[in-house]
């Protein structure tokens, strides 16, 4: 295999990939010039995912940034819901209820490596009220014994969980009532080149680690990711890290709307009810949906020079949200196009120096 034998250059995707062919380029010249490394066009990886340009490549290489403007600030993307009218509700998608871990295993079977899914959790009550100390403590522990963990359900706050795929049911997890760990969703978990795609995707990681000592590994914030698209339209005056809602992020990207009045309601009551089963199967479709649209905007736009994916994808390994590229590295979500002051947020104006630097 080929390791990363390009080097920098200005970086877009073959058009193989943006016009939905499976064909590789042919000439040589054209994939030294157009690909990040050769590694891809040779493990078979360049083919499509889902309809959707390989990730893989920002995740497990490095990535030579281009030489010019990558990190200055742009004009937002085109938003245009003139199509649509206002208030429009997101249609409730189809899905399937597992309640048993064989039902379960039988339908997250058919999801494969380079698959991006939509990804939810929902979860009742709290963690009990704990020091920094103690909970780094805790964390220790069942870093200690996660091999030999043994799940007690009457404690575990984790109710549902969702998983979407392009053109499939919405596959909906009763963990309540199945009081088990499915091994097809194990491995989903932990597979690295399964991509998870949410809104608020850390905390549902560090829900799974709390309650299962599950790593959730390739997680992609849609959140971080639509700041990063939209940065002039979602809390512009906040830190990166403030995230904005999935009712926020589908209405800006697709025109429709979906409710989060069930948040709280009681999702350990059996038989859960359907409009709550509805909540949870769209907050999944949602996500993705709203993720391929947002990425193939991207693709197709000068914006994709200047998204470095590493900004908003992330492991959670034992507890901690660690850099994708780097699994001794810490990862916080920081972007340098907004100030780490309060009351700044993004920067619009010329980055000065730090910018011409990059340039140069």
């Not at 959790?121 to 403590?137: L, T, V």
């Amino acid at each position: 295999m080929f390791l990363g034998l390009v080097p920098p250059v200005i970086y877009t995707w073959p058009r193989a990939f943006q016009d939905g062919s499976r064909d590789f380029y042919k000439s040589a010249a054209e994939i030294c010039t157009r690909c990040l490394n050769l590694a891809s066009i040779f493990d078979g990886r360049s083919r499509l995912l889902n309809g959707l340009p390989p990730l893989v490549e920002h995740f497990h290489h490095p990535i030579a940034l281009p030489p010019i403007d990558f990190l200055k600030p742009y004009p937002p993307l085109p938003i245009d819901h003139s199509n649509i009218p206002p208030g429009t509700p997101y249609s409730t998608p189809t899905y399937i209820v597992c309640e048993t871990e064989d039902d379960a295993d039988d339908n997250l079977l058919g999801i494969t490596p380079w698959t991006f899914i939509g990804f939810d959790i929902e979860w009742e009550g709290q963690d009990p009220r704990m020091s920094p100390s103690a909970k780094e403590a805790l964390r220790l522990e069942q870093v200690k014994t996660h091999r030999t963990f043994v799940a007690d359900w009457d404690s575990i706050l984790i109710c549902v969980v969702q998983i979407a795929v392009q053109g499939r049911p919405v596959i909906v997890l009763d963990l309540v009532k199945m009081r088990a760990v499915p091994k097809h969703f194990r491995r989903i978990v932990l597979d690295k080149r399964i991509f998870k795609v949410g809104a608020g995707i850390q905390n549902d990681g560090f829900r799974l680690w709390r309650d299962l000592c599950l790593n959730l590994n390739s997680a992609i914030s849609l959140s971080y990711l639509a700041k990063l698209a939209y940065p002039h339209s979602f809390r512009p005056t906040d830190k990166f890290c403030v995230e904005p809602g999935l009712d926020k992020i589908v209405w800006a990207i697709t025109g429709y709307t979906i409710s989060k009045n069930c948040r709280r309601q009681n999702w350990k009551n059996r038989p859960l009810e359907q409009n709550l089963l509805d909540y949870a199967a769209t907050d999944a479709a949602s996500a993705l949906e709203a993720f391929r649209t947002l990425y193939r905007t991207l693709d197709t736009s000068r914006v994709k020079y200047r998204v470095n994916y590493g900004w908003c994808t992330f492991h959670v390994v034992n507890g901690l949200a660690v850099d994708v590229g780097d699994s001794t590295k810490c990862w916080v979500a920081e972007c340098p196009w907004w100030s780490e002051e309060p009351g700044v947020g993004f920067l619009d104006a010329e980055f000065g120096p730090w910018c011409r630097g990059v340039a140069e």
